[in-house]
């Protein structure tokens, strides 16, 4: 009990503790801004970043089975959620040609004046983030990266589209370095959600 990274004592006595701690603290941000666009439009959370999802990403990630592991929910619960966006006349589906029970999901007229009022919920969180130098936010970028990385490699995040875990990623002369964009990444050109992620298959 007293090794509990939400003990005090044990947050004085290790960083790590105090970063977990801090972390939940800003997690707890996200969900405070996010529910008050919610009532502010009348939808649930998760159906608002459904939304914002299928706004901002290619239709071959827009389906229930990953939606669920972007959000880490069951299938259910997107389904629901689909259902009532699908009631509300917020999104379209596209069936698939050789399976009529898959789809994938786009917005409609309606769901994309959704979107436009919703999407910037996290602003107030990033004003803030603003004002820290240019030189503390490549460092934390750079501790954010590794980390969302790491915790998928760990089995603790579903999905992440770093590059860290990309195919075309690799180390050359001791810098990041892209083959699709044949390019060095330096500090905040590593992306934490590409477009063009394709995951690396591991061989261990």
């Avoid at 299928?54 to 259910?76: D, G, M, R, Y």
């Avoid at 699908?86 to 589906?93: A, E, G």
């Avoid at 910037?120 to 501790?143: G, M, R």
């Avoid at 699709?180 to 590593?190: N, T, W």
Wanted: proline share 2%; net charge neutral; with cysteine.
């Amino acid at each position: 009990m007293n090794e509990s990274t939400f003990n005090p004592e044990q947050q004085q006595k290790d960083i790590s503790s105090k970063i977990v701690a801090g972390l939940e603290r800003i997690s707890e941000v996200f969900k405070v801004l996010l529910w008050e666009k919610a009532k502010l439009v009348g939808l649930s959370p998760i159906q608002i970043q459904i939304l914002i999802f299928i706004a901002f990403h290619k239709q071959e990630l827009c389906n229930v089975s990953h939606l669920a592991k972007e959000f880490n929910v069951t299938k259910p619960t997107i389904s629901d959620a689909v259902r009532m966006l699908d009631k509300k006349s917020l999104i379209t589906k596209t069936f698939s040609s050789s399976d009529s029970r898959s789809y994938s999901l786009s917005l409609s007229e309606k769901g994309t004046e959704i979107v436009a009022q919703t999407y910037d919920f996290s602003e107030p969180l990033k004003k803030q983030v603003d004002d820290f130098s240019t030189k503390d936010l490549i460092q934390l970028f750079d501790v954010l990266g590794q980390l969302i990385y790491k915790l998928n490699r760990h089995g603790i995040l579903s999905v992440q589209r770093t590059c860290y875990g990309c195919k075309f990623y690799t180390k050359r002369a001791g810098t990041d370095y892209c083959n699709l964009l044949e390019k060095d990444l330096v500090g905040e050109d590593i992306r934490l959600d590409c477009p063009e992620f394709e995951e690396r298959i591991s061989h261990s």
